[in-house]
C-alpha cells in the first residue's frame, strides 16, 4: 500500500487524534535535527499510536542553516535508535544538481559505520539513478530533488528506476500531489501540510459531493483568501462540513475558533491524510497501478 507519512509531527497532536481513530494510525516521519525528545517517545511510549515511522537525517535542516547536526551526529543517532525506525534515509549535504559525490560519500560513510540509509537522488539525467540501482544493495530509493516538482520529470525518474529494477521501492521527499500519487507506482511520499494548513487557520476537507479536495478558511485573522481557498462561512457545502466534523470528532465551528482552534484543525488535518492515502490507493486499484 502506497503511504503518506506526516513530518514533523507532535505528540499533542498524535494523542487526540489517536484517542478518536485508535485503529487507524497515521504514518509518521521524523526528524534527527529537532524535536528529538519528542521523537524519542514516539520510539519508547507512544509507538503503538503510529503506523509505521521512518527516520529523516535532518539534512535538509542543515542545509538550510536552521540545524547544526553534523554526519557524526546523525551516525551516532541512527545506530542507537534506526533499529526501531521503519528506515531512514542518508545525510544528503549538497541538495544541487551535481552534489553526487559529496552524497555518495556521506552514503559511504554511513555504511562504513554499520548503517542502512535509504539514498537520496538529487538529479533524475545523470548516472545518479543507475549508480544506485546497479549496485543491487538498496531496496529503497528516495527522490529528493528540485526536479520532482515538474510531473514529467518525476514520472521520468520513476520510470527509469523501476525498468532498470521493479522491486526496488521510492519514497518521494516533500511531495503529496493526489493526482501524481494516483498515476505513478510512488511507494510513500511525505508531507507537513497537516501542521503548516492547521497553523493558518485552514482545514482540509474532501468534498464527497463533488470530488475534490478543498481547503477551507475557519479563521484566526482576516486577509485576502487565495483562488484556491473557501471560507468555512460561506462555503456552499458547510452543512456537510458541519456534518464531518460532528460525525468525526464531535467538533462544532466553536472549537474551531477557541483556544485549541489550532490543535484541533491539525488533529482534522491528520486524519485528511489518513483518508487521502486510502483514496490514493482505492484510484490506484481502479486504475491498475502498483500499490508497492
Known sequence: MAKIFQASFFLRVL?????????????????????VNEWKTFLKVY?????????????????????????????????????????????????????F???????????????KPVPVIHNFFTKEIEYYVKSGKYDWIALGSSQSTNFDDFRYAVDKIK??????????????????????????????????????????????QTGKSEVIYVGGRER?????????????????????LNKNFNFTYRDLCGYDAKLNMQVINTRFFVEKEKRINQERIRRGIPLE
Open 163 to 208: 525498468r532498470a529494477n521493479e522491486g526496488i521501492k521510492i519514497h518521494w521527499f516533500g511531495g503529496s500531489k493526489e493526482s501524481w500519487m494516483k498515476e505513478v507506482p510512488v511507494a510513500s511520499c511525505d508531507t507537513t501540510s497537516w501542521a503548516k494548513t492547521g497553523s493558518n487557520g485552514n482545514i482540509n476537507y474532501y468534498n464527497e
Open 47 to 99: 509507538r503503538h499510536m503510529i503506523g509505521e515511522l521512518i527516520g529523516d537525517s535532518g539534512a535538509w535542516s542543515s542545509d538550510q542553516g536552521t540545524s547544526d547536526i553534523t554526519i557524526d551526529k546523525v551516525i551516532i543517532l541512527f545506530k542507537r535508535y534506526g533499529h526501531l525506525m521503519d528506515r531512514y534515509f542518508s545525510f544528503d549535504v549538497n541538495f544541487s544538481n551535481f552534489g
Open 224 to 244: 485576502k483568501l487565495r483562488e484556491s481557498e473557501q471560507h468555512y462561512v460561506t462555503y456552499k457545502f458547510r452543512r456537510e462540513v458541519e456534518d464531518y
Open 101 to 115: 559525490e559529496d552524497n555518495v560519500a556521506m552514503q559511504r560513510k554511513m555504511e562504513r559505520a554499520g548503517l
Open 15 to 35: 494523542i487526540p487524534y489517536f484517542a478518536l481513530f485508535p485503529e487507524d494510525l497515521p504514518n509518521v516521519l521524523v526528524s534527527l535535527a529537532y524535536n
